[in-house]
């Protein structure tokens, strides 16, 4: 049995719960995107149509579904050592700071690129005696999908591509036989990195506080108010003089936390002096 098309109604309660749980920004053109992704679900579960979908969501007792809803519409694309601009200034800032304790956030962490890439910098910093042994990353996302996965941190060797000879060596194990083109993050730095579920549209004062946040490729899907407020929950858990990333391509976004340009997607808490 073909599912039926997604109406202009189903498509407006199910877009409607997702912008008021976790932020998801729907707009019109993304109905098709909404339907290939969830008709799968309707046709699983044995509904009749996604009309039967919403009214399943918006149940207090939906057995999972919503969060099976939120892993299915979450886009997750990510890589290792993305936007490499990023991970250099952070490098030349704690080359020139030299701190003893280290405490970074990769607030829409996805699979665990974002994280891991910085614990390989973290770790290498380290050896050189540049920073001290007490440092942690804390990768967070509202997919428990990609959480799962993040800590495993099993990956496509192609996904690694941006990591160079040395640190693969140094930080990956390479999968054989079955797991060939498989690629796994080593122990030693998994020991260092942290994953837990958290959403960017609630209360986020449990973390923190943070040197160093990363915030990029995520604030695209919301809404201009829900990006500022985003970006102003997520500041609040960043030091004074702390690093934030966003992704280039999303440009500035007003908020109400003074920030000092750095670069394109970089910024310090605080006013320059
Ligand atoms: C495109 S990935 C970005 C990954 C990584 N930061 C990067 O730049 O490569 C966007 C991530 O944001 C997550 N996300 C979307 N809405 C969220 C929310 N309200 N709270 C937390 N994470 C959210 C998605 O699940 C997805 O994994």
């Known amino acids: 049995m073909t599912t039926p098309p997604l109406s202009d109604r189903s498509f407006g309660r199910i ?4 912008h008021a749980a976790v932020g998801l920004s729907f707009t019109p053109n993304k109905k098709p995107l909404m339907s290939s992704r969830l008709a799968s679900r309707v046709q699983h579960l044995g509904l009749q149509g996604f ?3 919403a ?32 991970f250099a200034l952070l490098q030349a800032e704690l080359q020139r700071t030299r ?7 990769s607030a829409a962490s996805s699979f665990g690129d974002e994280a891991y890439s910085t614990a390989m910098l973290l770790a290498d910093l380290q050896a050189q005696g540049t920073i001290g042994a007490d440092w942690s990353v804390l990768g967070t996302d509202i997919s428990e999908r990609v959480l799962q996965s993040a800590t495993q941190a099993i990956y496509p060797a192609e996904r690694l591509r941006e990591v160079d000879a040395r640190r693969l060596k140094r930080y990956c194990l390479r999968g054989e036989g079955e797991s060939e ?26 973390v923190g506080p943070f040197d160093v946040i990363f915030l990029r490729n995520v604030l695209i899907y919301f809404d201009p108010p829900t990006k500022s407020a985003v970006v102003d929950r997520v500041l609040s858990r960043l030091r ?21 340009v750095l670069a394109p997607g970089a910024y310090r808490k605080g006013r320059a002096q």
């Open 15 to 18: 877009a409607g719960l997702m």
């Open 51 to 53: 009309d039967d979908y």
């Open 55 to 86: 009214a399943l969501l918006e149940s207090p007792d939906d057995g999972g579904e919503f969060q099976m809803a939120v892993d299915l519409l979450t886009t997750n694309e990510t890589y290792f050592f993305r936007e490499p601009a990023h």
């Open 99 to 105: 701190p003893q304790q280290l405490k970074v956030w």
């Open 181 to 206: 083109g498989l690629v796994q993050v080593c122990e030693s730095l998994r020991r260092q990195v942290r994953f837990g579920q958290l959403n960017l549209c609630a209360p986020v004062d449990e």
């Open 240 to 260: 004074p003089g702390g690093l934030f990333f966003l992704g280039t391509a999303e440009g500035r976004v007003p908020c109400n936390t003074p920030l000092t």
